[in-house]
């Protein structure tokens, strides 16, 4: 049976992070739901922060990703996951489309993994 999470991901602009987190939390026996009052809410915050280099011929694009499962039930933060990563080129919006290439790819491998792990410790009564 699978277990219903409302995947919520605030500056998800084109939807592209919270199918990442979606996939990766289906791999591991949940089934995403939009209804916001499931028991588990996986509450995630990107920031998307621009920066060029001295010389001005590179625009470069950071990311930062922090997130965390909400248990309703009890009222408890879960698994906690942060990820963050640069990447650059001649304009910012190939940066930025580069870094949220990258943030997807820290999420299908390192957040699940980070949650598999964490997932292995609970001990279901």
């Known amino acids: 049976k ?5 995947i919520s991901v605030e500056n998800d602009v084109d939807g592209k992070l ?3 987190f979606s996939e990766s939390t289906a ?12 028991r588990y809410i996986l509450s995630a915050t990107v920031h998307l922060e621009r920066s060029d280099t ?3 011929k590179t ?5 930062n990703i922090s997130t965390y499962i909400l248990d309703f039930e009890t009222n408890q933060q879960l698994a906690p996951f942060t990820a963050t990563g640069r990447e650059g080129h001649i304009s910012y919006e190939e940066a930025k489309n580069r870094a949220i290439k990258s943030a997807e790819a820290k999420i299908r491998k ?6 598999s792990d964490y997932l292995k410790t609970i001990v279901v009564e």
Do not use: E, H, Q, V
């Not at 625009?59 to 990311?63: A, E, K, M, P, V």
């Open 18 to 20: 919270t199918s990442a």
């Open 27 to 38: 791999s591991l026996g949940f089934r995403s739901t939009d209804d916001k009052s499931a």
């Open 59 to 63: 625009t470069r694009c950071r990311y």
């Open 110 to 115: 390192d957040f699940k993994k980070s949650f």
């Open 2 to 6: 699978n277990i219903p999470i409302c």
């Open 54 to 56: 001295s010389d001005g």
